[in-house]
C-alpha cells in the first residue's frame, strides 16, 4: 500500500508560479511512477504529467510543455510539480497517483492523494 499526500495547493494570480508536492509513504517508490492529474469543476479528471520513480524519465501533456515540470526527491519520497506563468485555465484540484507505468491513463495508477486545489486568478 502507498499513501500520497498533496501539499502546496491555493490561490496565485495569473502569470504566478506554485509548486505542489506529493509525500509519498508506506511503500518505497522505486518500482512506481508518480502521475499528475488534473479535475476541473464540472469536467473530466486530465493527465498532467508523470515521472518514473527510478529513472527519472518524465512524459508530460503536450498542451503543458514548457509551463510545467515534474521533479522527484528520492531520499524524501516526494514528488514535485512545478507550475509556472500559470492561467485561469488552469484552475482545477490537483492530485498525484502512483502506479506501475509511465502512463497517462488514470485507470493504469493504483493509489491515489486527496488532491489539492489551485486557483488561479485573472
Known amino acids: 500500500q502507498v499513501q500520497l499526500v498533496e501539499s502546496g495547493g491555493g490561490l496565485v494570480q495569473a502569470g504566478g508560479s506554485l509548486t505542489l508536492s506529493c509525500a509519498a509513504s508506506g511503500h518505497p517508490l522505486s518500482s512506481y511512477a508518480m502521475g499528475w492529474f488534473r479535475q476541473a469543476s464540472g469536467k473530466e479528471r486530465k493527465f498532467v504529467g508523470s515521472?518514473?520513480?527510478?529513472?527519472?524519465?518524465?512524459y508530460y501533456a503536450d498542451s503543458l510543455k514548457g509551463r510545467f515540470t515534474i521533479s522527484r526527491d528520492n531520499a524524501k519520497d516526494t514528488g514535485y510539480l512545478q507550475m509556472n506563468n500559470l492561467k485561469p485555465e488552469d484552475t482545477a484540484v490537483y492530485y498525484c497517483?502512483?502506479?506501475?507505468?509511465?502512463?497517462?491513463?488514470?485507470?493504469?495508477?493504483?493509489?491515489w492523494g486527496q488532491g489539492t486545489q489551485v486557483t488561479v486568478s485573472s
Open positions: 515521472i518514473s520513480w527510478s529513472q527519472g524519465s518524465t
Open positions: 497517483a502512483a502506479g506501475p507505468l509511465l502512463s497517462d491513463y488514470d485507470l493504469e495508477y493504483d493509489y
